[in-house]
């Protein structure tokens, strides 16, 4: 068997909560938004590409949770094989997983929800797309501060640099 | 302070790995937690999604105001027809029917769709309602029969949709209205129109008849709601039951302009209404007479819609003007209850009462478009 610092194990748990809650949010909020737009594509055709443009902003969470994840894999030194990470620096590894995997799932829904109501306004009336994007990017604040601490966390908390 | 962890870590008499194990479980229960609060809402909303955006689609090409004032100010009939097949929603309809007949079918179809993508929890009641063409054809029927129309002339009243439709045409050759309801024995109506049955042999009048179909479809409608159990089934809920209510009043008020007694009027009404409960029920049809029905509606919601309209009734002495007044206020607690939950039944519920007003306006203008000189500012009066 492999043998793994507990620092470097528990930064793997970071990981793993940083990119599956994230992705889990991520996932919730396409899954609302490319339902609305479908139900929208069957009834009016040229809805296809603004469809899409909705459907693909929930995608932004899991991207911030994928980047997280593979920055705390490659400095833990389970990627690259790099020194593993002190047990304290795997703790704040877990912080920062949360920091990201909570937001992002947050963020993600409340994007979905968002998105996938404006795909429903903008089939009804077509001069609400620049209005739907601007409210469906409202709850994209909220997965930028969640990867703003992840960051932060991996700076100060010694596993960056 | 790694060292000091791991004092701690030793100090409970934990190893590494139990810690790891208690730090994962203790990561999946927060998640579960997280997760199951967090689904909730997006279970209540997921299922209407699709059909939201469906019918906000058509909500976006209805008819605006402008263009039902294009189409009040065309010359007649034929012009209103040329401007619907300018639209693809009546263009089809109209390829194969004529103007009236046209939006039967695009009314059954509305009601059909509706059905179709309703999700399963609030189905019923759009289920229900579709089932209006079925009643509408089996009156046609009726009406046919009891003044000997033949059957070319029955199937032309007919709407070609519903599931009964092929049933129904091929009965257009019954010889009577007994035979008719004699041929219905196994449909869902049978019940209702053989109970009527016997009064109708009596008067020789299709009226209970009629009537008893009305009623029947009502109280299925009432009782297909379930209880309202969460939003989207209280708004369904003040949805069916004003529409129920404000039928019995219609009823009532056309009753008591014929000079009908309760016990004239109570077996055409759905006892069980919704804010008009039996024993308001019961006052109106003891009321004298028209006035007196609206002014006995102090306190429910419908006493303001009513009492406006007193004015143009007292002048004219038509009732049609409280059936407008009904109808419009139905239109408009229907849009109310629309803006209520935007990603739930509001937008199914919006589209349809606007698309039903829409349709009821298209048939008045051309109604009045078949007279000669019918003023337009008269036509925009009359529509809802």
């Given at each position: 068997?492999?043998?793994?610092?507990?620092?470097?194990?528990?930064?793997?748990?970071?990981?793993?909560?940083?990119?599956?809650f994230a992705g889990l949010g991520s996932g919730l909020g396409q899954g609302m938004a490319a339902a609305g737009s479908v139900g929208a594509v069957a009834e009016d055709n040229d809805m296809f590409a603004r469809g899409i443009i909705f459907s693909a902003l929930p995608e932004t969470q899991a991207i911030y949770g994928f980047l997280v994840a593979i920055l705390l894999l490659v400095f833990s030194g389970l990627l690259g094989g790099g020194q593993g990470l002190p047990t304290e620096a795997g703790i704040v590894a877990i912080g920062v997983g949360a920091s990201i995997g909570f937001a992002g799932l947050g963020s993600g829904m409340g994007q979905g929800m968002a998105a996938a109501s404006s795909v429903g306004a903008i089939v009804e009336d077509n001069d609400m797309f620049a209005r739907g994007i601007i409210f469906s990017a409202l709850p994209e604040t909220q997965a930028i501060y969640g990867f703003l601490i992840a960051i932060l966390l991996m700076v100060f908390g010694g596993i960056l640099g | 302070m790694a060292d000091e962890i791991a004092t701690l870590i030793s100090s409970v008499g934990l190893t590494q790995e139990t810690f790891l194990v208690f730090c994962i479980l203790a990561i999946l229960i927060v998640g579960a937690v997280v997760v199951i609060i967090t689904s909730r809402p997006i279970l209540d909303i997921y299922p209407y999604l699709n059909p939201s955006a469906r019918v906000r689609a058509r909500k976006g090409r209805l008819f605006d105001e402008k263009q039902i004032s294009e189409?009040?100010?065309?010359?007649?009939?034929e012009e209103v027809e040329n401007y619907l097949k300018g639209i693809p929603e009546y263009a089809d309809v109209l390829d194969d029917y004529p103007l009236d007949k046209a939006l039967d079918v695009e009314r059954a179809n509305t009601y059909d769709f509706v059905a179709r993508l309703a999700p399963k929890d609030i189905k019923d009641p759009f289920v229900v309602m579709s089932k209006k063409t079925d009643i509408d054809n089996i009156k046609s029927l009726l009406t046919a029969k009891e003044v000997g129309l033949s059957a070319e002339e029955t199937k032309e009243?007919?709407?070609?949709?519903?599931?009964?439709?092929?049933?129904?045409e091929s009965l257009a050759d019954a010889e009577s209205v007994t035979d008719v309801i004699t041929s219905l024995d196994n449909t869902e109506y049978a019940t209702a129109l053989e109970d009527a049955l016997p009064q109708y042999e009596d008067t020789k009048m299709i009226l209970p008849?009629?009537?008893?179909?009305?009623k029947y479809y009502l109280?299925?409608?009432?009782?297909?709601?379930?209880?309202?159990?969460?939003?989207?089934?209280?708004?369904?809920?003040s949805y069916v039951g004003t529409q129920v209510d404000v039928a019995n009043l219609k009823l009532i008020i056309?009753?008591?302009?014929?000079?009908?007694?309760?016990?004239?009027?109570?077996?055409?009404?759905?006892?069980?209404?919704?804010?008009?409960r039996e024993w308001k029920l019961k006052d109106l049809m003891e009321s004298p007479d028209v006035t007196n029905v609206v002014s006995g509606l102090e306190g429910t919601k419908y006493a303001n819609a009513l009492s406006d309209a007193i004015p143009v009734y007292n002048e004219t002495g038509s009732v049609a003007v409280f059936e407008k007044a009904l109808d419009t206020y139905a239109a408009d607690y229907a849009k109310s209850l629309s803006a209520k939950k935007p990603l739930g039944i509001g937008p199914i519920i919006g589209y349809l009462s606007?698309?039903?007003?829409?349709?009821?306006?298209?048939?008045?203008?051309?109604?009045?478009?078949?007279?000669?000189?019918?003023?337009?500012?008269?036509?925009?009066?009359?529509?809802i």
């Amino acid at each position: 068997m492999v043998e793994i610092a507990l620092g470097t194990a528990l930064a793997a748990i970071g990981a793993g909560v940083a990119i599956g809650f994230a992705g889990l949010g991520s996932g919730l909020g396409q899954g609302m938004a490319a339902a609305g737009s479908v139900g929208a594509v069957a009834e009016d055709n040229d809805m296809f590409a603004r469809g899409i443009i909705f459907s693909a902003l929930p995608e932004t969470q899991a991207i911030y949770g994928f980047l997280v994840a593979i920055l705390l894999l490659v400095f833990s030194g389970l990627l690259g094989g790099g020194q593993g990470l002190p047990t304290e620096a795997g703790i704040v590894a877990i912080g920062v997983g949360a920091s990201i995997g909570f937001a992002g799932l947050g963020s993600g829904m409340g994007q979905g929800m968002a998105a996938a109501s404006s795909v429903g306004a903008i089939v009804e009336d077509n001069d609400m797309f620049a209005r739907g994007i601007i409210f469906s990017a409202l709850p994209e604040t909220q997965a930028i501060y969640g990867f703003l601490i992840a960051i932060l966390l991996m700076v100060f908390g010694g596993i960056l640099g | 302070m790694a060292d000091e962890i791991a004092t701690l870590i030793s100090s409970v008499g934990l190893t590494q790995e139990t810690f790891l194990v208690f730090c994962i479980l203790a990561i999946l229960i927060v998640g579960a937690v997280v997760v199951i609060i967090t689904s909730r809402p997006i279970l209540d909303i997921y299922p209407y999604l699709n059909p939201s955006a469906r019918v906000r689609a058509r909500k976006g090409r209805l008819f605006d105001e402008k263009q039902i004032s294009e189409i009040v100010e065309t010359n007649d009939v034929e012009e209103v027809e040329n401007y619907l097949k300018g639209i693809p929603e009546y263009a089809d309809v109209l390829d194969d029917y004529p103007l009236d007949k046209a939006l039967d079918v695009e009314r059954a179809n509305t009601y059909d769709f509706v059905a179709r993508l309703a999700p399963k929890d609030i189905k019923d009641p759009f289920v229900v309602m579709s089932k209006k063409t079925d009643i509408d054809n089996i009156k046609s029927l009726l009406t046919a029969k009891e003044v000997g129309l033949s059957a070319e002339e029955t199937k032309e009243l007919l709407i070609p949709c519903g599931s009964l439709y092929d049933d129904l045409e091929s009965l257009a050759d019954a010889e009577s209205v007994t035979d008719v309801i004699t041929s219905l024995d196994n449909t869902e109506y049978a019940t209702a129109l053989e109970d009527a049955l016997p009064q109708y042999e009596d008067t020789k009048m299709i009226l209970p008849l009629e009537s008893a179909l009305d009623k029947y479809y009502l109280g299925k409608l009432l009782r297909s709601t379930d209880v309202p159990s969460d939003e989207n089934k209280q708004i369904l809920y003040s949805y069916v039951g004003t529409q129920v209510d404000v039928a019995n009043l219609k009823l009532i008020i056309r009753a008591k302009e014929d000079g009908l007694d309760y016990d004239a009027i109570s077996p055409y009404i759905l006892e069980e209404g919704y804010q008009l409960r039996e024993w308001k029920l019961k006052d109106l049809m003891e009321s004298p007479d028209v006035t007196n029905v609206v002014s006995g509606l102090e306190g429910t919601k419908y006493a303001n819609a009513l009492s406006d309209a007193i004015p143009v009734y007292n002048e004219t002495g038509s009732v049609a003007v409280f059936e407008k007044a009904l109808d419009t206020y139905a239109a408009d607690y229907a849009k109310s209850l629309s803006a209520k939950k935007p990603l739930g039944i509001g937008p199914i519920i919006g589209y349809l009462s606007q698309k039903e007003s829409e349709i009821k306006n298209l048939k008045i203008i051309a109604r009045a478009k078949r007279e000669a000189d019918f003023p337009n500012s008269k036509i925009m009066e009359m529509l809802i």
